[in-house]
């Protein structure tokens, strides 16, 4: 028989839980809203919410998830936000923190996109948009300068190699990129598995 | 059915962007245009600007943009979900192995294998990109037809990209400027050698 203060310890377990979920809900669905920049900058506001404010997660641990939020596939964004939730709460953590990541940018869009059809004839804002498109193509020109420069600073004679096989049969060859990154999986694996029996020995 | 190709083309979407930020536009591009027709290159290249100028990432930005498109909210709806499947599965897998067995080795392996690849395909998304904003959405590409005062903001907005620390978005808006000046004091028409 559960006494009365079995009874309470479960009742506040259950409101304690009740209001890490509604903290998780409200953290994540503030930063989706507010953070310009990408997935890179979400996680790392992220650490700071919930390492640095709440102490919820230690620093340590919380530098892993955001490596396996940003080496698994999907957005970086919602990939925090899963595993977030996820060592918080579980799998409705996960839930709650997934649902929250993705109202922002799905009410902004859907917004824009029925103001997009209405305004896209009109002299000011296609011309607005094809200036940006300029602008957007010099953003990802940057970007590719940035991360390129990376890649060859490494001095890996393979990760020249896949970076330019992999650029001339995108680019020149039109190699749709699922293949192209089904190889590189393949590549990676066999390099790993060969690498670690090297470490072994 | 509408709603399962755009389920299942947002399910590849995200099941094989890894690294993301640009990582998810070649995979984007892929399925969205060259695939399925769905959006013409500059249709494309305007989401990808609206993706740079509001929140979120690219992919739901893409997932609910296309959706609602080609089949309303409930199309946007469906393209959301598929897009970010994949995650919900893979990380929580990952975190689960992870909270066990704290070892991520192999992964990262892998993930620094696709690094260059990845690279290579934002170079490729890119210079399509270029293609449509130089020389127009049919992507014919013939020297006398270059669009100058397109290739002029380009390469302002990229020296300032490089050369400044003004942001991403400032530059994007300011190419949009420049180019209704020159459409206000020239016309239109483009200016070609």
Do not use: A, C, N, Q
């Given at each position: 028989m559960p006494t009365d203060i079995d009874l309470y310890e479960r009742k506040m377990k259950m409101e304690n839980r009740k209001n890490v979920l509604i903290q998780i809900f409200i953290s994540t669905l503030y930063l989706s809203a507010f953070t310009f920049g990408g997935g890179y900058v979400i996680v790392t506001l992220m650490k700071k919410k919930f390492?640095?404010?709440?102490?919820?997660?230690e620093d340590e641990e919380m530098l892993d998830l955001i490596a396996i939020a940003q080496s698994s596939p999907g957005a970086i964004a919602v990939n925090g936000a899963i595993v977030v939730g996820y060592k918080l709460a579980g799998m409705i953590g996960a839930l709650v923190a997934i649902v929250a990541t993705i109202i922002p940018p799905f009410v902004i869009i859907s917004l824009i996109s029925v103001f997009y059809e209405a305004f896209k004839e009109s002299f000011l804002i296609s011309q607005l948009l094809m200036g940006m498109q300029a602008g957007v193509g010099a953003v990802i020109a940057s970007v590719v300068c940035d991360m390129g420069a990376e890649v060859l600073h490494a001095r890996k004679i393979s990760s020249d190699i896949i970076m330019a096989a992999t650029f001339i049969a995108t680019c020149?060859?039109?190699?749709s990129v699922i293949y192209v990154i089904l190889v590189c999986i393949g590549i990676g694996v066999i390099e790993a598995l060969a690498f670690g029996r090297r470490e072994e020995r | 059915m509408i709603y399962l190709e755009l389920f299942l083309s947002f399910l590849q979407i995200g099941a094989f962007s890894f690294g993301g930020g640009y990582a998810a536009m070649p995979l984007i591009q892929d399925q969205i245009?060259?695939?399925?027709?769905?959006?013409d290159m500059a249709e494309f290249t305007d989401l990808i600007t609206i993706s740079q100028m509001t929140p979120g990432p690219i992919a739901i930005n893409s997932a609910t943009f296309v959706g609602i498109k080609i089949a309303g909210v409930t199309g946007a709806l469906v393209a959301t979900i598929g897009s970010i499947l994949p995650s919900c599965i893979i990380v929580t897998l990952l975190a689960r192995l992870y909270l066990r067995y704290r070892n991520l080795e192999l992964l990262q392996r892998v993930l620094t294998t696709l690094r260059p690849a990845v690279v290579a395909m934002i170079a490729s998304a890119g210079i399509s990109i270029l293609i449509t904003a130089f020389?127009?959405?049919?992507g014919i590409i013939s020297l006398p037809d270059t669009d100058l005062i397109m290739v002029g903001i380009f390469i302002i907005c990229f020296l300032l990209l490089r050369r400044t620390k003004l942001s991403p978005i400032a530059v994007m808006v300011l190419g949009g400027v420049l180019k209704l000046l020159s459409a206000m004091l020239f016309g239109v028409g483009q200016i070609s050698i």
């Open positions: 390492v640095d404010e709440y102490h919820w997660i020149v060859f039109g190699v | 245009v060259t695939k399925h027709g769905w959006l020389w127009g959405s049919d």
